[in-house]
């Protein structure tokens, strides 16, 4: 994994370079935008917030594509969104994923169904749990069950969670691999999160699920308050 960016940034520079626009966000967190990928709307392309610091923004992608290409490998099935491949575009590089719609062609959250009073506060964390069940069968470290982490794939009758986020480590280094390289410390890693993380994630929910219009969305991209206010990209 820790010789994987040279082969990164190999794809990278001799790739086609791809446009996206603001207008085609579909969703972002602290390091990380994500965009439609227009040519090919079954995908999404995740890119830095950052442009000059695109490696430190990506660490988190740098795992998560690695861990796809082990799933991948294997020919399991896995409760996550699937990364395909690095490539150039105009807003510095980018990972392009599946994008998880159902059977209506939407992208939605958990917080989304949850205000909607679609699915109880029961039923999610039911889902989060059969995930975590899936992930130990195969080795996941999960490392954020952040409640927008999660969308629902399928019909209404036959609805599957995904993570599209966060299921791995934030952070390359030694515990990173040894994480992803290991059944048996992965599992650990998974439940000892959840376990930290559970009740602050059932207080969202429920939050949420009576309407709280303060934990209806998540912040707006805006509102984060960016890592350098002077810098030009590299």
Known sequence: MFYSLKRIEKAIEHGDEIVIHDNDIISYGSNRVCYLYKSNPTKLIK?????????????????EWYVSK????KGIE?????????????????????????NKGQSLTLRKLLFRKEISVESALNMIENIIKNFSEIGIPASDFNIDNFIFEGD?????????????????????????????????????KWRKTKSRFTYCAEKVYAGNYRFAAATPLHDITPRYSNSSPR
């Not at 890119?47 to 795992?63: G, I, L, N, T, Y």
């Not at 896995?78 to 159902?102: A, F, H, Q």
């Not at 480590?169 to 000892?192: A, F, I, M, Q």
Request: aromatic share 8%; glycine share 4%; with cysteine.
């Open 78 to 102: 896995c409760r996550v969104s699937l990364c395909e491949k690095w490539v150039r575009t105009n807003k510095g590089p980018g990972l392009v994923v599946n994008r998880i719609i159902d």
């Open 47 to 63: 890119v830095a917030r950052h442009p000059e610091d695109w490696e430190s923004d990506h660490k988190q992608s740098f795992s």
């Open 156 to 192: 209404i009758n036959n609805r599957k969670l995904i993570m599209v986020d966060g299921f791995s480590p934030k952070n390359l280094n030694l515990k990173t691999h040894l994480l992803l390289h290991s059944k048996v410390l992965s599992n650990y890693y998974t439940k000892r």
């Open 70 to 73: 082990n799933i991948t490998s």
